[in-house]
């Protein structure tokens, strides 16, 4: 088969005789209001004749649960200084060493529970963050002013907590 080669015809490239847009123009996107961080006073407490979960409700419950997270991590660190220079197991008396293994015992228990409330807290810092805080995890209902005062990681109404407290026993008992 003998080879063709195809030739490819130039074809010219007609102008538009349109007008151009100048391009001194350049429209700009609107600005995004950056709002300033909300201030409130040591003294604030959050009131039920508010919006609930508004701005100052967040930035409430966001000092509450730093503050108190940092005095956990405070007193954790203390305790663990003060356990590590306080080491009694070598006494003589078998009934010195006994007591001083429970006080350690007990001690690293008050510890771990403190850890485990700190990750709580750091939980609902992320919750407050994803504008989630404040609402049931289960309902999505609110659980209230006065029951986050008196527990500010609380994830549940009294109702789905009572629920939740519930199936736990239940399931404990299988």
Known sequence: ????SKLKKKTPKIKSKTKSKPKSKIISKPKEI?????????????????????EKHKVFFRMKLQEWRKELVKANNQALYNGSMDDNSISADIVDQASSYTDKNVEMKAI??????ISEIDKALARIREDTYGYCLDTAEPIGLRRL????VAK?????????????KVHADD
């Open 34 to 54: 950056v709002k300033a961080p909300i201030k409130i006073s040591k003294n604030y407490i959050p009131k039920d004749n508010e919006k609930y979960m508004c």
């Open 149 to 152: 005062m008196a527990r500010p």
């Open 156 to 168: 549940y109404t009294i109702a789905a907590q009572e629920k939740h407290e519930k199936d736990e």
């Open 112 to 117: 771990n529970r403190q850890i485990k409330l």
């Open 1 to 4: 088969m003998p080879k063709t």
